[in-house]
């Protein structure tokens, strides 16, 4: 039935040039839930986790971890070349008779189709008629275009990644590894003035805005793990926003406009890949601050020997700081728990035996 092959065919290539479009070109989020990108990338994720997990030693669990994301990139690329040949294939098919020798089975026409898509063009077949040169032209145009646009993905995608392990990496030596906002605040009060902070601050405003805008345009870079030990971005945005959250509730002074700028957009970049990935139900009303009393208790009283001046009333101190944390804290442990980062002060499951 050519009718049938023709539009199944043309359906095909129309969706996978939609997910290219939407995956590569477009800078913005879009919904991948029925795309090929999407697809692959949920449940790949699913299965490879189970696979990482069974792994017992942590290293090696970090290891196949961090494979995933470069691997399904990969996986991407031969998946949109194999589903466009057997769309330009059933195309093909149904223009059979415009080739020369025709195209009697859907093997003949997916070869056909293939060496017409990397343009190697062997002169086994020849397309005779107008439309089967159209759909050749078209499969040797697309198969060009993919490639190109694979290779500028790649040089984005790993662009972005370097500049956000940047700031992770260097936060190691005022906030620890795995990162802690609470050991932020001591390292710089050594500093003996408010600049260090704010700049820190300031530093991570513009690092939380340039990940949110290339996270949400490029969703797999969310799967690209750190390449050192104990360190994660979902911990370093994590203890960035512990850090402001504290000195906005428990401290007297210090740079708050700073702190309050950055905690507003950290939050928005947790808040937004949340709702974009839905890691957590944004219905939910029964939302906590993610840690007990006595944490913050202990936290408040390192702050006071680093030199911090404190909040006199601690109980106004810890009611204003568990009713801010608790505007990230879920959506921020739903994400480390998804991702399975290694685990940070206050973030992610301290429970995780491997770590």
Not at 104 to 131: K, N, R
Not at 168 to 174: E, G, K, S
Not at 197 to 212: G, I, P, Q, S
Not at 330 to 345: G, S
Request: one cysteine or more.
């Amino acid at each position: 039935m050519p009718f049938l092959e023709a539009l199944f065919g043309l359906s095909l290539v129309a969706w996978v040039l939609n997910d290219v479009f939407n995956t590569v070109i477009l800078p913005r989020p879009s919904p991948a839930r029925y795309r090929p990108a999407g697809i692959l990338t949920r449940w790949s994720w699913r299965l490879w986790r189970r696979y990482a997990d069974a792994q017992r030693n942590p290293d090696r669990r970090e290891h196949r971890l961090g494979v995933f994301a470069p691997a399904i990139v990969m996986t991407l690329l031969g998946l949109w070349i194999v589903l466009l040949i057997v769309g330009f294939a059933a195309v093909l098919l149904a223009l059979g008779d415009g080739v020369a020798p025709r195209l009697t089975d859907l093997g003949s026409a997916m070869y056909f189709a293939a060496i017409s898509m990397l343009t190697i063009g062997y002169g086994d077949y020849v397309p005779v008629a107008l439309g089967s040169r159209l759909v050749a032209v078209a499969a040797g145009a697309v198969g060009l275009g993919i490639f190109a646009l694979t290779i500028t993905y790649l040089f984005s995608l790993y662009a972005s990644f370097q500049r956000r392990e940047v700031a992770v990496v260097t936060l190691d030596a005022r906030a620890g590894a795995p990162p802690s906002g609470l050991t932020l605040l001591e390292t710089c009060a050594g500093f003996g003035s408010d600049g260090e902070l704010e700049e820190v601050f300031d530093a991570w405003e513009r690092w939380a805005a340039e990940v949110l805008e290339s996270h949400l345009a490029y969703p797999i870079l969310l799967f690209f793990r750190s390449t050192h030990d104990h360190e994660s971005w979902v911990s370093a945005i994590g203890a960035i926003l512990d850090a402001t959250t504290l000195l906005l509730t428990a401290v007297e002074g210090g740079p708050r406009g700073q702190a309050r700028a950055t905690r507003a957009l950290g939050s928005h970049l947790v808040e937004d890949i949340g709702r974009s990935f839905r890691f957590m139900d944004r219905r939910s009303t029964d939302r906590g601050p993610g840690i007990e009393r006595v944490e913050f208790d202990d936290a408040r009283a390192r702050l006071g020997a680093a030199g911090y001046a404190l909040v006199a009333d601690a109980d106004a101190a810890w009611a204003a700081f568990a009713l801010s944390r608790a505007e990230y804290a879920d959506a921020l442990n739903a994400l480390a728990q998804f991702l399975e980062v290694p685990p940070a002060q206050w973030i992610g499951d301290r429970s995780y035996v491997l770590h």
